[in-house]
């Protein structure tokens, strides 16, 4: 089984503009991430995606490995879609570029699903974390996720789900974090069909998933990854590394 870690990278930034060249202990943040996921050792080769002159030159010019997107793309999904399509491999696991601390743990915990997966019924696999805090809870940019008694993704949305219409009936509340592993077939599906509604009105991509009969085996984790989206997320990213 053939596993690589796909990075998309995007130079435009809503919040916090070019924030993957941004310096990091004397690296970039984009740097950083790669060189993280290829410490791993967990991946049979790791690739940056990006539609930016600029990234694709700093992977490169550092020993990289990097894909120029073709196309324009509305996800990140898309993106690695159009990179791996001519690429012989099994599983595609999407990391996130401003995330340089990545740990390997649930990474591991991620891929041993397919691993173990005989009848081959999984297509993606990704992560979520228990949550206890109201405020967290009811938080829309806190995508929640419910599943089934074997642990695959009922729904995901940014609303509270399930409603506590009786809090004392025991209900647990679990945060989707965005790492995916997918089946190279899941993600060349996902990248030919069309949005639906329930993705169009979330906004959340792995709805598409589920809109056309894909399992998400979803895996719990009490690691919480230490994204970068903001210049102060940034200050405290050089805090940690020094």
Request: charged share 30%; proline share 4%.
């Amino acid at each position: 089984m053939k596993i690589i870690a796909v990075i998309p990278a995007r130079y435009a930034s809503t919040r916090f503009p070019a924030k993957l060249m941004q310096d990091l202990g004397g690296k970039t943040v984009i740097s950083r991430t790669y060189e993280a996921a290829v410490k791993t050792e967990l991946f049979d080769d790791v690739f940056v995606v990006t539609d930016s002159d600029i990234i694709f030159k700093e992977i490169t010019d550092n020993g990289g490995k990097a894909i120029m997107s073709i196309k324009e793309h509305e996800s990140g999904s898309d993106r690695i879609a159009e990179a791996v399509e001519n690429l012989d491999v099994d599983i595609v696991v999407n990391v996130q570029g401003d995330e340089p601390f990545i740990n390997k743990e649930p990474l591991a915990d991620v891929l041993e699903v397919f691993k173990s997966d005989a009848a081959r019924e999984i297509d993606l696999a990704s992560l979520m974390i228990e949550i206890n805090n109201w405020e967290d809870i009811e938080n829309p940019n806190n995508v929640k996720v419910i599943v089934d008694q074997k642990q695959f993704a009922l729904y995901f949305s940014r609303s509270v789900i399930p409603y506590p219409r009786d809090k004392e009936a025991g209900a647990k509340y679990y945060k989707h974090i965005g790492i995916y592993a997918f089946r190279k077939h899941a993600l060349m599906d996902f990248y030919k069909l069309p949005m639906q509604s329930l993705e169009a009105t979330e906004k959340l991509e792995q709805l598409r998933y589920l809109e056309y009969g894909k399992k998400i085996r979803m895996v719990e984790t009490t690691h919480v990854g230490i994204g970068i989206d903001t210049p102060e997320d940034l200050e405290k990213a050089r805090k940690m590394l020094d």
